[in-house]
Structure formats: structure tokens, C-alpha cells
């Protein structure tokens, strides 16, 4: 099964504690993103990656970190830096990032993340 | 960066009945893409549509790039269309990849 595959489903952290989700594709895709959903809202980039060990910034990148080691493999961990880290975390993947063709994005099923 | 804005920000429809959604965007783009977001909230890809039109089944979409705006169309809506309807745009240059998201279209179709 060709896919996005997020892991854990739901996540609940305490205040403090550093956490790692987890974002999987098997697509053979160059690049992949990251996206927060707060209720009510669209959605906002966090950060994203064009290719194998390179990734920038996003519009909220502030109390997060990524690595991007693997082309499969995207974790996003979010910092105790981050003040309100309560929110739907979606994982997306396109072909390429650079070319109109090829640029549509597909998204993972996501990770709801409370912090207690 | 580019600015992504929906209409309407609700709508109620009795199943059966036709509509369309509109979103417009303040600069050219490189990536149109509209999504549907299920009560699980999964994103299920639309459209692909930078510009032109296209149809699936009983949705379609028409994107007019010189005039900053794309149109989704439902016809003859089923309950099972409801939930979220979100535009997203890529204006490419320094920006490419980066999807800008609208508020979403919450659609809630009655039986």
C-alpha cells in the first residue's frame, strides 16, 4: 500500500516534555511537510523539506525541530519551547516542490497532540 | 505572502441541492489544490488546479488564474459531502511548496 503513514494517532504530553511525531511515506516523494490545524482553522506550515538532509522554515517554525536523515522519513519534535502545543499536526508529501507538475501535495491521517 | 480567503464560511444544504464554493487568492500561484476534510480529519485531495477546469463525478472545479480565483462545484449533494472544504495556493518563486491554507467552507448537508 502506497501512502503517508503518521504515528501515534493521539498523543498526550505533559507540560515540559519534549515529544516526537512521527511521519513515514513510501511514495518515493523528494519533498515533505509539516502542517499544524488549531480547531476552526486552516492550516499552517511548520516546516518543510525539499530534500534529503535540507529542510527550512516554515510561517510557525518557532518550539519545533525536524530531521530529515532518511527521503522516507520526516519527524517533527516539539519542543517545551513551544507554548501552545495542543493542536492536529498533519504530515504531506509531493513529488517535487519546484516543478507545477509535479507539486501536488498529499497528506498522512495525522496526530492530535494534547498536552495535560 | 499570499493571501487565501474562502466563501462562504458555512453553508446548509438539503440533499439534492447544488452549490459553489469560492476561493480567492492576492497573487499568481504556482499550485492550486482543494481539499475535503473528513470527520477524522483526514485531507482527501480534490482537485489539482493551478488553472482551467475540471470534473469528477459530481464535483468540479474552475480556476481562473488572471483573475485570482478558483470555484468548487457540488452538484446533486449527498450527506456524505459534508465537512470541511479547504483551498490551499502555492505561490511559487521563494515560496515553492509552501501551501497557504483558506479558512475552510464547513458544508453540512441535511437528508
Known amino acids: 500500500d502506497g501512502g503517508i503513514t503518521q504515528s501515534p494517532k493521539y498523543l498526550f504530553r505533559k507540560e515540559g516534555q519534549n515529544v516526537t511525531l512521527s511521519c513515514e511515506q513510501n511514495l518515493n516523494h523528494d519533498a515533505m511537510y509539516w502542517y499544524r490545524q488549531d480547531p476552526g482553522q486552516g492550516l499552517r506550515l511548520i516546516y518543510y523539506?525539499?530534500?534529503?538532509?535540507?529542510?527550512q522554515k516554515g510561517d510557525i517554525a518557532e518550539g519545533y525541530s525536524v530531521s530529515r536523515e532518511k527521503k522516507e522519513s520526516f519527524p517533527l519534535t516539539v519542543t517545551s519551547a513551544q507554548k501552545n502545543p495542543t493542536a492536529f499536526y498533519l504530515c504531506a508529501s509531493s513529488l517535487t516542490s519546484g516543478s507545477t507538475l509535479y507539486n501536488e501535495q498529499f497528506f498522512g491521517p495525522g496526530t492530535r497532540l494534547t498536552v495535560l | 505572502g499570499i493571501q487565501v480567503e474562502q466563501s462562504p464560511p458555512d453553508l446548509i444544504l438539503q440533499e439534492g441541492a447544488n452549490s459553489t464554493l469560492r476561493c480567492n487568492f492576492s497573487?499568481?500561484?504556482?499550485?492550486l489544490q482543494w481539499f475535503h476534510q473528513n470527520p477524522w480529519g483526514q485531507l482527501i485531495n480534490l482537485f489539482y488546479i493551478p488553472s482551467g477546469t475540471k470534473q469528477n463525478g459530481r464535483l468540479s472545479a474552475t480556476t481562473v488564474a488572471t483573475e485570482r480565483y478558483s470555484l468548487l462545484y457540488i452538484s446533486s449533494s449527498q450527506t456524505t459531502d459534508s465537512g470541511v472544504y479547504f483551498c490551499?495556493?502555492?505561490?511559487?518563486?521563494?515560496?515553492?511548496?509552501?501551501?497557504?491554507f483558506g479558512q475552510g467552507t464547513i458544508l453540512t448537508v441535511h437528508p
Open positions: 490551499a495556493a502555492d505561490a511559487g518563486g521563494t515560496s515553492y511548496g509552501k501551501l497557504t
Open positions: 523539506s525539499q530534500i534529503v538532509n535540507d529542510f
Open positions: 497573487d499568481s500561484v504556482n499550485n
